[in-house]
Each structure stands twice: as structure tokens, then as C-alpha cells.
């Protein structure tokens, strides 16, 4: 089988679900179920008998080593991590210890598994760390695109963490052999994302009527991937990805976060119409900038096309329409997760 951490959050959970729709292997799904993990996400796969959970923190060693003893994974794919960059802003401490501290216990538990293994298990076994086009910095309007050599310049907490964490990775395969894979995606989108980000927050405060927040001058700019994407890159680099290499993930799809939120509003505006008739923009509201708001972010996804064969299937327009029309379909999910805790972060933050 093969162990995914993480598996209940927005990227995890979209991966665990298309892996049991197309293939036989069973999943363990560790995670701890913070504010961000949904164990509703997996609700049509809990029975299954490929799918396994446990609520367990990656920095707990003793009990990641336990699972590992019982189920033997053949690969394990590292998805868990703190993944707000505003909330790393307010409270930078969960993202040292989860993805840092968290990602230096999962390879100190995979490297200890992977010296007990021979033969044909050795060859095939892989840790995968899933990280982001952040840990490369903020690109200027003309400069080149981030590819896998590009220096890392991180400068936010989240990403600064998640800098370390690949460099831990790095380190792992170098000195001590740990057949280590290492992807790098820019933003994703579509079912399942938290409504904290840009994108499920737009749709769920412009159908409950609430302004819609756009930071600074609303220039700044992201590489958008839908996550369906993104999870079909990951089984690819896994399955044909050389051991200590590095793949970058991105969508080709650059857009300024204003462009965002005014296609959701056409989209929404067609889908479903205010009751008034006025169009969603009109909610739009210009807010205060996030300190050092990187204006931009790239990628160049040249190399896992050319060797891996992989390219996204989805448009920004086609991944955009359908995850409009997911949020409308699922409204019980997100009333699901947007309980007293989120109520409080969306408060707290926007005051
Ligand atoms: P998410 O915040 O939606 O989910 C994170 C999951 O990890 C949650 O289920 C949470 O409960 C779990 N988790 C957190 N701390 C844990 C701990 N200590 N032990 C066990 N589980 C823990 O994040 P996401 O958006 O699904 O991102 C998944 C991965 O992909 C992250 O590593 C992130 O850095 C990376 N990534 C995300 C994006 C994006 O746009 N969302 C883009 C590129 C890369
Ligand atoms: P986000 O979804 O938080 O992802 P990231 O910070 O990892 O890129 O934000 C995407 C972009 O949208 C980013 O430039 C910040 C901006 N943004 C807003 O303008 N308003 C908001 O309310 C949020 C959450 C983000």
C-alpha cells in the first residue's frame, strides 16, 4: 500500500479520492485532523476496504513508526503541512513544527524503513514531499519563470518552512540514500479547498453576500493549477520519477488576483444570478495588503513534460467553471467546515 500524509486536507483528500476511483492499491491516510483536515471529504471512501485512516501527528515518531511496521507502504507520499501563508504570518510556530519538524520525522521513519528493506521492495520504495512554487520567492512582471534550478529566496513563514523541508529531503537522499522524489506546484484550486483561500473564499462570501477581500492593488500574481492536475502529476512523478530529483508543477495559467475574482463573478453571475439582478463584482472590495505579499510566482514545467510526459488537462476557464459549479452543488460540505473556528479566523483576519 502506500502511506499519504495529510490525506484529509484540500490536495490529499483529492489525491486519495481519484487514486482508489483508478487504481487497486490501498491508501493509509495519516493525518491529524487539524482546523484544515476534513475527515467528510472521505466520507464515500470510509468503508472501503483499500482505505485506511489514522488521526496521528507526523512528529510523533513512535506512532508513525508503528504504522509503518503494520502496514508496510511501498511509497509514502507527504502531503501534510500548515498551508496558510496568512496564518503562518500570525502564527509562524505550527509551520516550524509541523513542516519542519513534522518532515525531518517523516524521513528519519522512512529511512529507518527503508534499511529494513531488500531486493525488489528496496528498489521500488519512494518518499514523495509534496512542496510549492513559493520557496523560490516573488518573481519581477518580466522575469523568466521558476524552473527546478532556480535559487531559493522564500519570504513568507509558510514558505520559509516549506524551504527547509526540501532542503531536509535533499539532504536525506544525499547523505543517507532515501530514494526521495520532490515536486514543486504552484496554487491549486477546485473541490474540496478549505474556503480560507483565494478561491473557495470568494465564492462562499459572494453567495452569502459578503464582500469580496482583494489584497493591495489586486495585481499580484499567481500560476493557477486545478487540483485534479496537480494529483495526476504526482501519480506520474511517482511512478516514473527519478530517485533525488526535482519536477516542477505549474498551470501555465498566470492571472492578477482581481482577474480571479472578476471570472468567479461571471461565472457565478451566469450559474446563479443574485436575487437583486446586481452582478457579484459589485462586492468586490479593495483591503489592506498582506505584509511582504509576494507579487508574483511562475512555473516553468518544461522538464516534467518533456520527461515525464505530463501536462494539465484543465484550462483556467474549464478548472474555474467546474469548481464554481462543485461549490454550488456542495454546499453541505462547505457548512460542514465553516464552523466556530473558521468563523473566528475569518473575524479576526479581516477586521
Ligand atoms: P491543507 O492545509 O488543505 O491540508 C493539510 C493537511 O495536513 C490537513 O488535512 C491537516 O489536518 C494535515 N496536517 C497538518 N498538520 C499535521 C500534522 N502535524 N500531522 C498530520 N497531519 C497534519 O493543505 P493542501 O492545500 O492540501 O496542501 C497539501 C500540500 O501541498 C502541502 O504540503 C502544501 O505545502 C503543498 N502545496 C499546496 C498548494 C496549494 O495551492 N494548496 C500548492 C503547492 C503545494
Ligand atoms: P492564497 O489563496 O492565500 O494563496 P497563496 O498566498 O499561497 O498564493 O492567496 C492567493 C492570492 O490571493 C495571494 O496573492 C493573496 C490573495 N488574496 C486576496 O487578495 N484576498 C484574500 O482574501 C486572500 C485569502 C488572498
Given at each position: 500500500?502506500?502511506?499519504?500524509?495529510?490525506?484529509a486536507?484540500?490536495?490529499?483528500?483529492?489525491?486519495?479520492?481519484?487514486?482508489?476511483?483508478?487504481?487497486?492499491?490501498?491508501?493509509?491516510?495519516?493525518?491529524?485532523?487539524?482546523?484544515?483536515?476534513?475527515?467528510?471529504?472521505?466520507?464515500?471512501?470510509?468503508?472501503?476496504?483499500?482505505?485506511?485512516?489514522?488521526?496521528?501527528?507526523?512528529?510523533?515518531?513512535?506512532?508513525?513508526?508503528?504504522?509503518?511496521q503494520?502496514?508496510?507502504?511501498?511509497?509514502?507520499?507527504?502531503?501534510?503541512?500548515?498551508?496558510?501563508?496568512?496564518?503562518?504570518?500570525?502564527?509562524?510556530?505550527?509551520?516550524?513544527?509541523?513542516?519542519?519538524?513534522?518532515?525531518?520525522?517523516?524521513l528519519?521513519?522512512?529511512?529507518?524503513?527503508?534499511?529494513t528493506?531488500?531486493?525488489?521492495?528496496?528498489?521500488?520504495?519512494?518518499?514523495?514531499?509534496?512542496?510549492?512554487?513559493?520557496?523560490?520567492?516573488?518573481?519581477?512582471?518580466?522575469?523568466?519563470?521558476?524552473?527546478?534550478?532556480?535559487?531559493?529566496?522564500?519570504?513568507?513563514?509558510?514558505?520559509?518552512?516549506?524551504?527547509?523541508?526540501?532542503?531536509?529531503?535533499?539532504?536525506?537522499?544525499?547523505?543517507?540514500?532515501?530514494?526521495?522524489?520532490?515536486?514543486?506546484?504552484?496554487?491549486?484550486?477546485?473541490?474540496?479547498?478549505?474556503?480560507?483561500?483565494?478561491?473557495?473564499?470568494?465564492?462562499?462570501?459572494?453567495?452569502?453576500?459578503?464582500?469580496?477581500?482583494?489584497?493591495?492593488?489586486?495585481?499580484?500574481?499567481?500560476?493557477?493549477?486545478?487540483?485534479?492536475?496537480?494529483?495526476e502529476?504526482?501519480?506520474?512523478?511517482?511512478?516514473?520519477?527519478?530517485?533525488?530529483?526535482?519536477?516542477?508543477?505549474?498551470?501555465?495559467?498566470?492571472?492578477?488576483?482581481?482577474?480571479?475574482?472578476?471570472?468567479?463573478?461571471?461565472?457565478?453571475?451566469?450559474?446563479?444570478?443574485?436575487?437583486?439582478?446586481?452582478?457579484?463584482?459589485?462586492?468586490?472590495?479593495?483591503v489592506?495588503?498582506?505584509?511582504?505579499?509576494?507579487?508574483?510566482?511562475?512555473?516553468?514545467?518544461?522538464?516534467?513534460?518533456?520527461?515525464?510526459?505530463?501536462?494539465?488537462?484543465?484550462?483556467?476557464?474549464?478548472?474555474?467553471?467546474?469548481?464554481?459549479?462543485?461549490?454550488?452543488?456542495?454546499?453541505?460540505?462547505?457548512?460542514?467546515?465553516?464552523?466556530?473556528?473558521?468563523?473566528?479566523?475569518i473575524?479576526?483576519?479581516?477586521?
Amino acid at each position: 500500500m502506500i502511506l499519504v500524509t495529510g490525506g484529509a486536507g484540500f490536495i490529499g483528500s483529492n489525491f486519495i479520492l481519484n487514486w482508489l476511483a483508478h487504481r487497486d492499491e490501498p491508501v493509509l491516510n495519516v493525518d491529524k485532523l487539524t482546523y484544515a483536515g476534513n475527515a467528510a471529504t472521505l466520507r464515500g471512501v470510509e468503508h472501503d476496504s483499500r482505505y485506511v485512516f489514522a488521526q496521528v501527528d507526523i512528529c510523533d515518531r513512535e506512532a508513525i513508526d508503528g504504522l509503518i511496521q503494520k502496514h508496510q507502504p511501498r511509497a509514502i507520499l507527504h502531503f501534510a503541512a500548515e498551508s496558510h501563508v496568512d496564518r503562518s504570518i500570525r502564527g509562524p510556530g505550527e509551520f516550524v513544527q509541523t513542516n519542519v519538524v513534522g518532515t525531518f520525522t517523516m524521513l528519519e521513519a522512512a529511512t529507518a524503513w527503508y534499511r529494513t528493506l531488500s531486493g525488489g521492495q528496496r528498489e521500488a520504495f519512494r518518499f514523495l514531499h509534496v512542496s510549492t512554487d513559493e520557496v523560490y520567492g516573488s518573481l519581477e512582471p518580466n522575469d523568466p519563470a521558476f524552473n527546478e534550478r532556480t535559487p531559493y529566496a522564500p519570504s513568507s513563514p509558510y514558505s520559509a518552512s516549506k524551504a527547509a523541508s526540501d532542503h531536509l529531503v535533499r539532504a536525506w537522499h544525499h547523505t543517507y540514500g532515501l530514494p526521495t522524489l520532490t515536486t514543486n506546484c504552484s496554487n491549486n484550486y477546485g473541490p474540496y479547498q478549505f474556503p480560507e483561500k483565494l478561491i473557495p473564499l470568494t465564492i462562499t462570501n459572494a453567495l452569502g453576500g459578503k464582500a469580496l477581500p482583494v489584497y493591495g492593488d489586486g495585481r499580484n500574481v499567481r500560476d493557477w493549477l486545478y487540483v485534479e492536475d496537480h494529483c495526476e502529476a504526482i501519480d506520474v512523478v511517482l511512478d516514473r520519477g527519478v530517485p533525488g530529483e526535482t519536477y516542477n508543477i505549474g498551470g501555465c495559467n498566470e492571472l492578477a488576483n482581481i482577474d480571479v475574482v472578476k471570472t468567479i463573478c461571471r461565472f457565478l453571475d451566469e450559474l446563479k444570478p443574485t436575487s437583486s439582478g446586481v452582478p457579484y463584482a459589485q462586492q468586490i472590495q479593495f483591503v489592506t495588503d498582506r505584509p511582504g505579499h509576494d507579487r508574483r510566482y511562475a512555473i516553468d514545467a518544461r522538464r516534467i513534460e518533456s520527461e515525464l510526459g505530463w501536462r494539465p488537462a484543465q484550462t483556467f476557464e474549464t478548472g474555474l467553471h467546474k469548481t464554481v459549479q462543485w461549490y454550488l452543488d456542495n454546499t453541505e460540505w462547505v457548512e460542514g467546515v465553516t464552523s466556530g473556528e473558521y468563523r473566528c479566523w475569518i473575524e479576526t483576519h479581516y477586521v
